[in-house]
């Protein structure tokens, strides 16, 4: 209740609602923010130190990121989604909201360290992260941020995405 009204999962930047309300909005919101409260509860028992680094692999434009970037204004989060335009979106809201602890990167779950290279001119081979988590994120996404999460010898926060979504067998 207390985020500002351009973080509300059906809000515009500006808090002004995107659409019209339908008839599920209630329910899903209620689910929403179930999920996050689940994440939002096993950040805080991490204790993680200042400026340690969250990595949320499959971000959208908003969900989970940015309500745990205000919860935590300590903690630095690095949202990764192949979507520009939701990470647009995502940084629309997160100025909008005044968050300085939050970092876009379009990317896929595998090639993150290459694009972050890249666009910081980093002379380490990795990022460093200190905690990964990923909320439905679709296909192999899931798989692949856990890879990544052990690659960094990072604790994890996975809720994988729905199974009916892949286009692969794994027979």
Request: glycine share 6%.
């Amino acid at each position: 209740s207390s985020l500002p009204p351009s973080l509300h999962m059906l809000a515009d930047p500006q808090g002004n609602l995107r659409r019209g309300h339908r008839k599920k909005d209630a329910a899903r919101c209620r689910r929403k923010r179930a999920q996050l409260d689940a994440f939002h509860s096993t950040i805080h028992a991490l204790h993680l130190p200042p400026n340690s680094t969250v990595i949320d692999f499959g971000s959208g434009s908003c969900g989970l990121t940015l309500p745990l970037a205000f919860s935590f204004p300590h903690l630095r989060f690095i949202a990764v989604d192949l979507n520009p335009r939701a990470l647009d979106l995502m940084r629309l809201r997160y100025e909008a909201a005044g968050l300085q602890n939050v970092t876009v990167l379009c990317s896929s779950v595998l090639d993150v360290d290459e694009t972050y290279l890249h666009l910081s001119n980093q002379k380490s081979l990795m990022l460093e992260v200190d905690l990964v988590i990923s909320l439905h994120a679709c296909g192999q996404a899931s798989d692949q941020a856990i890879v990544q999460a052990v690659r960094a010898g990072a604790p994890y926060i996975i809720a994988p995405c729905c199974v009916g979504k892949l286009k692969f067998s794994l027979l």
